[in-house]
């Protein structure tokens, strides 16, 4: 009677268990209809007017002003084509895709070449100097939108070049890069770096050929950063940028000023122009998001 009773206990404590161990695992699986509801909220409010955007490109103006909210009937191409068609927008297309590539390859170089002697070399005002670029987040570029503007205008004579935009964006993305690779750096292990240099290295050699390729998902998070930050900025290009060089931010502007009345061509060019760094984005977030855990872990 004692065994039977044993058993049956044992069988109701395995069976308490597996209920425990099934309502934990639907919590980590996200199976709890609370945490889909405020998932899909997020997701609505964040996709919600860029879905808008892109679907008032395909109707007409007398369908927005019929029906605001409703869908494309018939969908039109001529807005969309209309925005490929026009040179205007190759142009600002070109100028942001040149001012991107310029802050993002100095902002890689720059970062990686200032973030390793914080984190390999010991000397005597090391985390002092890696305070200030701490310290550095705490200011954006709009704060210093005036003297920039002055200083590279006027001093520099670089007012509407894009080295001019360039070199300031790169400045104010250093903070957040030398942050973000300093961890990686100091992640790998110093017996490496003395095993290479028992192999005849040099520091320049270890860092040239070991330690850039190990970093490699931390160089590719703060390239992708520094491109989307540059593709979307707009209030240093206002001030600094006229004419021929002007960014997609401000196309976009200028093409809404001049047809104000054409509400789905301003949709199109706007879809049109926020396409690029989505897909950039979006193409690199598995390694954005691994290297960004590399920084926390590191």
């Not at 709009?142 to 080295?163: H, Y």
């Not at 940028?241 to 104000?260: I, M």
Request: charge should be positive; charged fraction near 10%; glycine fraction near 8%.
């Amino acid at each position: 009677m004692t065994a039977t009773t044993d058993v049956r206990g044992a069988a109701a404590s395995r069976s308490q268990d597996q209920q425990r161990h099934g309502r934990s695992t639907n919590v980590m699986n996200g199976g709890s209809p609370l945490i889909w509801f405020g998932a899909l909220i997020v997701v609505a409010l964040t996709l919600g007017p860029v879905l808008y955007g892109v679907l008032s490109g395909f109707r007409t103006n007398a369908q927005l002003a019929e029906s605001p909210a409703g869908l494309p009937d018939p969908w039109v191409l001529s807005n969309y084509s209309g925005v490929l068609s026009n040179p205007s927008f190759w142009k600002y297309a070109l100028n942001s895709t040149i001012i991107a590539v310029i802050t993002t390859a100095l902002v890689v170089i720059c970062g990686v070449m200032a973030a390793y002697p914080l984190a390999r070399y010991k000397f005597k005002w090391r985390e002092g100097i890696y305070m200030v670029f701490v310290l550095g987040l705490l200011f954006p570029a709009t704060v210093a939108i005036i003297p920039l503007f002055i200083l590279i205008s006027k001093d520099l004579q670089m007012g509407n070049t894009w080295w001019g935009i360039a070199l300031p964006q790169a400045a104010f993305a250093l903070p957040v890069t030398i942050v973000i690779l300093r961890p990686f750096l100091q992640a790998i292990p110093d017996e490496l770096e003395e095993a290479a240099q028992l192999d005849g290295a040099s520091r320049i050699g270890f860092f040239w050929r070991i330690l850039l390729p190990l970093s490699g998902p931390g160089l590719v998070t703060v390239g992708v950063l520094a491109f989307v930050g540059s593709w979307n900025a707009y209030l240093l290009p206002l001030l600094l940028l006229q004419s021929e060089t002007k960014t997609l931010p401000l196309g976009v502007a200028d093409f809404s000023s001049e047809h104000a009345s054409d509400m789905a061509g301003v949709f199109a060019f706007t879809s049109l122009a926020m396409i690029p760094a989505l897909v950039f984005f979006l193409a690199m977030q598995k390694r954005i998001v691994s290297g960004l855990q590399g920084a926390v872990k590191g």
